[in-house]
């Protein structure tokens, strides 16, 4: 058993609609799992939902619904979601799951014997639409609380809370040793103000089960639940234990089936989350894994957040990007392409149909789209279909963008890499154009390390170059991989041109 690169991405709330934001956050963990795979890694690529809480619990009160009934409909859609982006997950987590309930309780019970819990009453607002509680520090000038917050009502209510005060130093400290922790830098810097400036108040853990059923009752006081993130960020490990990672079942001694074949999977190589939830996963987490004994994270990424032609996306405003329409009109890999291409993981972006078409056009139809089909088209009319000698102008400009390119995957600068490509496309495209077609040389690097951006489209260029491999290896990524007197495959346009909206003309 050898340890797998293991990275998650965020659980998403199954009561929201899946969106961009969802979607481009699968897309950046899909890319790095399948680079990782193609640099010869073995990966655990882990995501799924969050499933408990009030607004589910009253979603299905409102359809009739037995809560986890509810939740299974909506995994479903969630599960499709996952598969339309083309997701390489090597598992889907359900915070609903047997497998996942276990574990909670088994850390519940651990840390509340260890003193890491105290009960404390708890006096103040609460938004029951947004799942929180509030402050002073949340009303406006005028008094009120911001309307996202629905009518905020006044509660008193006992709760247990978790205990950070106590870890406060100690993790500035791992930050300060380890800067890669959190990426990007600035968000590190982030996290280091905030624990610099601020004194850490204690997490609140728990709901009554007299408001909030729909959720991991505590194992030593089963009128309340456990709440959000003492659930959520459980399945980064609930997972691994199920799987049988030893590091996470002898630190938790807890009992649970043990599969045929056990993974190593703690700790985690990769957590890649939204720039909104960097304290839960900076802060909480860590501490929690402290207190648990379990060893950190090696890094956590945080990417930005998209909107829409310069708006928040919202269901008020109506526009929200839909993924499943883009791709249907544009296919998988178009979409896929675009947001990596578009954002670098770390700052917000902005999704504009005109951006959108504008890259699809230059960079897929008439950039590798048209490389691949004017190419393998000349060789078939000039040359009858069989690779000619090789010409290796090209050479040494290709064999840098692949070093390039794998450094850049290897350190998650995923744009940078497909800039890196799109560099050698280009001049490809315009060799094509300085030189008699006849004298081409065919490089079949550009499909393998196009391979974990777009890879159904990579599938495509490995069978029109007539080769019966997966473009799975970036080993192979390399210059005249392709040898004289090869066959190649039948040529056909990859990414349509479609000069107006609906219209698609032969490539
Ligand atoms: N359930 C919690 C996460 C628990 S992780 C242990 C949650 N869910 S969420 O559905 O609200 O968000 C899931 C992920 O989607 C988060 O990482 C969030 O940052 C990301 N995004 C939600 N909207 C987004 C954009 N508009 N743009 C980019 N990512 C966004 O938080």
């Known amino acids: 058993m050898s340890k797998r690169f293991y990275l998650t991405t965020a659980i998403d709330y199954l009561s929201g609609e899946p969106h961009l934001g969802h979607a481009y956050e699968k897309i950046v963990a899909d890319v790095i ?18 499933e408990h809480g009030q607004k589910v619990q009253q979603a299905a009160l409102d359809n009739g619904k037995k809560p986890q009934a509810y939740c299974d409909e909506l995994a479903a859609t969630w599960r499709s979601f996952a ?26 019970s651990k840390l509340h014997a260890a003193g890491h819990f105290y009960q404390a009453q708890y006096r103040g ?6 799942e929180t509680f509030l402050t002073e520090k949340d009303r406006r000038q005028d008094g009120t609380f911001d309307p996202r917050y629905g009518e905020v009502v006044e509660i008193l209510e006992d709760n247990y809370y978790f205990k950070l005060q106590a870890h406060q130093e100690w993790l500035i400290h791992h930050l300060e040793a380890n800067p890669d922790f959190v990426q990007p830098p600035h968000r590190r810097n982030e996290v280091l103000g905030l624990l610099k400036n601020n004194l850490l108040e204690d997490l609140c853990t728990t709901r009554p089960m007299a408001r909030l059923n729909w959720g991991i009752p505590l ?5 309340f639940v456990t709440y959000v993130w003492f659930d959520a960020l459980v399945n980064y490990i609930s997972i691994p234990a199920a799987h049988g990672d030893p590091v996470v079942l002898a630190g938790l001694k807890c009992e649970l089936p043990s599969p045929n074949s056990p993974v ?15 304290k839960f996963h900076a802060v909480y987490w860590p501490i929690m894994l402290k207190t648990m004994g379990l060893p950190l994270p090696k890094q956590i990424l945080a990417h930005g957040w998209w909107q829409k032609d310069g708006q928040k996306m919202s269901k008020t405003i109506g ?14 890999d178009a979409f896929r392409y675009y947001v990596i291409r578009e954002l670098d993981i770390g700052s917000d972006g902005n999704w504009t149909d005109a951006g959108f078409r504008a890259r699809y056009s230059a960079e897929l139809a008439n950039g590798l789209g048209n490389l691949v089909n004017r190419s393998l088209s000349m060789l078939k009319r000039y040359r009858a279909g069989v690779v000619p000698q090789r010409h290796d102008e090209l050479a040494p400009e290709a064999e ?7 450094a850049e995957l290897r350190a998650h600068h995923l744009q940078a890499a497909l800039q890196s490509i799109g560099s050698l496309v280009h001049r490809a495209n315009q060799y094509v154009d300085q030189t008699a077609p006849f004298r081409l040389a065919k490089d079949p690097s550009k499909a393998v390390r196009l391979g974990p951006f777009i890879p159904a489209t990579a599938e495509k260029i490995y069978a029109q170059l007539g080769l019966t491999e997966s473009p799975n290896n970036l080993k192979t990524a390399t210059w005249g991989g392709l040898r004289g007197d090869h066959d190649i495959g039948e040529p056909a346009a990859l990414f349509p041109r479609k000069d107006q909206p609906g219209t698609v003309q032969p490539g």
């Open 400 to 406: 840098k963008v692949i070093n390039a390119t794998i």
């Open 219 to 223: 194992p030593f006081d089963e009128r």
């Open 125 to 130: 607002f609460y938004s029951p639409k947004e």
């Open 319 to 332: 526009n929200v990007v839909d993924p499943i329409a883009i791709i249907d009109e544009w296919g998988v």
């Open 83 to 108: 598969k339309r982006l083309n997701l390489s997950n090597d598992d889907f987590v359900r915070t609903s799951e047997p497998r996942h309930k276990t574990v909670v309780q088994a850390i519940l």
């Open 33 to 50: 799992a399948r680079a990782r795979r193609s640099l010869g890694e073995e990966v655990f690529f882990l995501t799924g939902l969050d």
């Open 264 to 278: 190593e999977l703690w700790p985690a190589d990769l957590h890649v989350i939204g720039k909104d939830i960097l």
